[in-house]
Structures are given as C-alpha cells and as structure tokens.
C-alpha cells in the first residue's frame, strides 16, 4: 500500500498529462482532415488548461511545504539536527585561531530572552565603504559552472527525483532561473586575521538544486524519519545522503564552513539600514517575506537582502567582471526593496546597460555623496552563514542622518506589505518581537537576518545610534 501511495504521490501531475496527450491524438486523428485550425486552437485549450492544472498542484505543494518549514516543531528540530552535525566543525575551525570564537552559533539576546539560529555568524575585521579587498577580482574565476560539475554525480543522480520534485515546488517563484551569479570558493583568513573571498560563476537554478535542495531534504527527511534526531552525528548524516555528500569532499571536513565546494553556493548582501527619525532615534527597515518569493516565505527579514548577482542576463567575460563588486550588489538591492526599481526595467538592467549606470542612480548618488560628508556610515560587519542550506551573506549596516531619505521607501513583490520602519529601541525590548504574549517572532526572524542583527548590535554604529557608549566593543 506504501507503494501505492508514493507512486500516487510522485507521478500524479503526470497522469492527467499522460491521459489529456491520449486524447489529443485521438482526436488529432479524427478532425485533422477536417478542419485543421480547429485541431491548432484545441490544441492551445488542452495545453493551457493543462498548465493551470499543473501550476494549482504545485502550488498547493507549495503552501504545505512553507507551512512544514515555519511550523515550530520543525524549526527546533532542524536546530537540532544541525547542533549536533556543526558544533563539532565549528570547534574545530576556532580551534585554528587559537580558540577565539571566530564562527558561532548565531544567538540573539533580547533583553533576558535568548533565542538560537540555524546560521553561524562569521567575525571577521569589519571594513568600511568601499570595502576595498574584499572581493578582489583577480581570484574570480570565471569560467560559469554548472549543476553537472558539481558534487558526487552518483549520490546527484540517486536523488534526482527528489530535486526534481522541490524544483517544481519552488519553480514558479523564480524569475530568472539562469541568472548569472557569484558563487562561493573560499573564504580565505590568514595569520593575522587578514581575510578575501575567492568566487566563481553559476547561475540561480544550480545554486537552488545543489544548495537549497538540503532545506527540502531536511524536510522530507522530518516527515520520513524525525526520529533520527535521537540518532548520533554519523547515523544522521548518512540519512542526508545529499548534505553527506557535500560533506565527504572534504579532506578537513569542518572546511565546508569556509568553502563552497560540493554545491554551487550562492554569495548573499544583506543590510541592516538605519534611518534617523523625527524623535531622534533610528529607525530599521524589515519586511514580512511574501508567498512569491522562492524560500523563507512568511518570515521576518531586514533589508535589503539578496542575491550577489549580475544586473542582467549577460554572461560574457566583460559582464562578470564588472558585475563583480559588492557596493553594485548592495546598492542593486537597496534600489530593488527599498525604493520600488522594477528588476525587469531594462533602462536599468537591459543587456545594454553598463552596471556601473548605478552610481547615477538618484539615490544612490545622494547616498555616495552622504557617506563622503560624514552623512551616512556604511560597513561590512562579516558574513551570516544558512547552515540549512551552506550559504554565506555578507552582512552591512548603513546609518544615514537625513531624516527625509525614508520619504519615497517602497517595497517590492518580495515584501508580503510594504517595508516597515522599526524603531531601534523597539528592537531591544522582548514585548516588542512577543507583542501577542503567545508568539515570540524572533522564532520567524530569517536566521540570516538574525546573524545580520547579531553583528550589528555588536558594531560602534548600532550602539551609537541607540545612544550608548561604545568603549567596551569587540
């Protein structure tokens, strides 16, 4: 019967496929001599009838799928899952630095309340704009990688249905499934704490089958078997056949903290922006994440925050290479989430526009020539790491004086309302995040956006801001 039950739920979007094709050409036999028009447009019917058919069953996959992944029971789950596969890798990359808590767990303390992430949180020296070194372009490598170069081809091959599966759950929430983007090679720290990244170029949609594919292993694997959490660290592994995978590359297993190989993994910016208000406070701009987009829906999110990608589709030498910079990547998302630019506007992304258009931005420019006077301050704080799906975020804060800049803040089709402005002294009181008294939303605070917040509080700007003294700072 169990069988029965997973064939029923592995092919049923294809049985009507199958049946509908049946009759298409049986009537293709019947009507084609007669009226061939008449068969073209029936044709058309049957196709577009067929994808809304397809597009409803995926969808309602879909709204499971979110509900499983933001349901309590599985986010301390996997948090477990994932303490008992990381913590001894994370002991270990400190232990290369003397012991110094380099990577940690990401935590926030909201006054006596501590809640605990799926991420790491990466300290690394901060830097301030432009970020000079960060990124350096001579160890891009750009030669575009695909999914079929990546990993153990056999344990790919062995799991290609279950990709195949969560691609057509997530697949209409993507709209530039071949995007080019930079991808993790290395993060590199030398003796004296000096640190660069090493990337290459992929495109989003191996980045979702070879990365992300492990948040919907994790989920299959709570359904099928959540008992395993009672297992120890190698038994669990092995039941995470594509994560083990990952895993076994490495000579150094705790490497796979610093280094994308195995995977096409993504580089994320995320930015924490503070805006003085008229009280003379700062306000933080977050949004609830919205059912289009491809993960985390319904989660709570400080932006901008998103992909470190080209502009456009080009993929061409030329276009990597000037594509490859993080205050472009930064500045693309603030323009994208915060102030309404449509990505799809080619007067701003065509494959005709040169990425450097973005400096002449309005905002942008405004924002250049705040930071240059004083006006603005903007640093990179380090990288928030997904353990869920072993991606890293370079994290930023942005405080800018003008209280007029917020004015024209519009959100985009990845905000569920608009971009809401909190303030900073909300942000530290536990009854703001527990406002009903029975749900804590830091729960379903993005475990990225907690590593970003995490490393803000700890920063001089955060704690300027707030009004308190910055003598004691890490």
């Known amino acids: 019967m169990n069988d029965v039950i997973n064939i029923i739920r592995d092919y049923l979007p294809f049985i009507p496929q199958f049946v509908l094709w049946c009759l298409i050409v049986l009537y293709l036999i019947l009507q084609l001599r007669e009226d061939g028009d008449k068969v073209k447009k029936y044709i058309s019917v049957c196709k577009s009838r067929l994808n809304l058919a ?12 979110d509900q499983v992944l933001s349901s309590p029971e599985f986010l301390k789950w996997q ?8 913590s001894p890798l994370i002991n270990q990359i400190n232990l290369r630095f ?47 990688v695909e999914v079929s170069k ?38 590199v720290i030398d003796d ?24 919907y292993e994790l989920q299959t694997t709570f359904h099928k078997n959540r008992d395993i959490i009672n297992s120890d660290r190698n038994e669990i592994l092995k039941e995470l056949k594509i994560r083990k995978s990952i895993h076994d590359i490495f000579e150094h297993e705790e490497d796979v903290l610093l280094s994308g190989d195995g995977r096409l993994s993504l580089l994320g910016v995320q930015m924490l922006v503070l805006v003085k208000n008229r009280s003379g406070s700062y306000d933080a701009l977050r949004i609830r994440r919205s059912a289009k987009v491809s993960a985390k829906s ?26 490859y910079s993080l205050q472009k990547a930064i500045f693309r998302e603030l323009l994208e989430e915060c102030f309404g630019q449509d990505e799809d506007d080619k007067k701003a992304s065509g494959n005709n526009v040169s990425p450097d258009r973005i400096y002449h931005n309005t905002y942008i420019k405004k924002l250049l020539e705040m930071l240059k006077y004083g006006e603005a301050e903007m640093q990179l704080l380090g990288t928030s790491m997904n353990l869920v799906s072993l991606r890293h975020e370079f994290s930023f804060i942005l405080k800018i004086e003008d209280v007029d800049f917020a004015e024209m803040l519009i959100g985009n089709y990845e905000s569920e309302t608009a971009v809401h402005l909190v303030d900073i002294r909300n942000l530290e009181q536990y009854k703001f995040w527990n406002h009903s008294g029975e749900y804590n939303e830091l729960e379903i605070l993005n475990c990225t956006s907690a590593g970003l917040f995490e490393l803000a509080r700890e920063s001089e700007i955060y704690q300027r801001a707030l009004g308190n003294r910055v003598d004691n700072l890490p």
Not at 117 to 124: H, K
Not at 204 to 215: M, Q
């Open 54 to 65: 397809e597009n409803f069953y995926w969808s309602k996959k879909r709204k499971k799928y």
């Open 98 to 144: 003397d012991g110094r808590k380099v990577i940690d767990f990401t935590r926030l303390t909201i006054e006596d309340q501590t809640n605990e992430y799926e991420s790491i949180t990466l300290r690394l020296p901060k830097r301030d704009y432009p970020f000079e070194g960060v990124c350096p372009k001579y160890e891009l490598d750009t030669s575009v």
């Open 150 to 187: 990546t990993g153990d081809r056999h344990i790919i091959d062995e799991e290609s249905k279950k990709v195949n599966r969560y691609y057509n759950i997530i697949k209409n929430t993507i709209k530039y499934p071949k995007r080019m983007g930079y991808m993790l090679k290395q993060i």
């Open 79 to 86: 948090k477990n899952i994932l303490d008992k596969i990381y």
């Open 192 to 215: 004296y704490n000096n640190w660069y990244v090493k990337s290459y170029c992929g495109d989003y949609e191996s980045n979702l089958k070879t990365s992300h594919i492990l948040e």
């Open 298 to 323: 319904g989660f709570l999110q400080f932006v901008p925050s998103g992909g470190f990608e080209a502009m456009n589709d080009c993929v061409d030498f030329d276009s990597q290479w000037d594509n």
